[in-house]
């Protein structure tokens, strides 16, 4: 090898790197496939499979957490956010963060029960989307 070849070690923090500021430059939860087009940028090289290979890295490490939403494949964000909630375009189907939370679940369960989390998602169209349908 040569001296100027990046190690594999190397190689593979170059492609962390570029996929931990993907997820957090984006500001909202991402697909595997959307991580990789972003990462792409700064390493043209990077593929799916490093994607996830990596995706399972960083959320070992508690750097990312995966956003489940239902019937659909997880997205991830980073772990460093507070507390928040989602939104998730019908149109496009991306998914934004919704920061803040102005409710006490809590009183919504039944006698007797304890709450110890909550998540909530929004539905409708994003602002691009919404837009797009007004110039229709």
């Not at 959307?34 to 940028?41: D, G, S, V």
């Not at 890295?57 to 019937?71: K, M, T, Y």
């Not at 507070?82 to 009183?107: I, K, L, N």
Request: glycine content about 6%; some cysteine; charged content about 25%.
């Amino acid at each position: 090898m040569s001296p100027d070849a990046p190690s594999t070690f190397q190689r593979g923090t170059r492609q962390r790197a570029a996929i931990r500021h993907a997820i957090d430059a984006a500001k909202r939860p991402l697909l595997p496939q959307e991580i990789l087009e972003l990462a792409q940028r700064q390493v043209a090289e990077l593929g799916i499979a490093t994607v996830y290979r990596n995706i399972k890295l960083l959320q070992e490490a508690g750097e990312i957490r995966a956003v489940e939403l239902p019937g659909e494949a997880p997205r991830f964000e980073s772990a460093h956010h507070g507390h928040h909630h989602h939104f998730q375009c019908r149109s496009c189907q991306r998914v934004f963060d919704v920061h803040g939370c102005h409710e006490d679940f809590a009183r919504w369960a039944p006698p007797g029960f304890a709450v110890d989390g909550h998540e909530l998602t929004l539905y409708g169209r994003c602002a691009d989307c919404a837009r797009q349908a007004a110039r229709r």
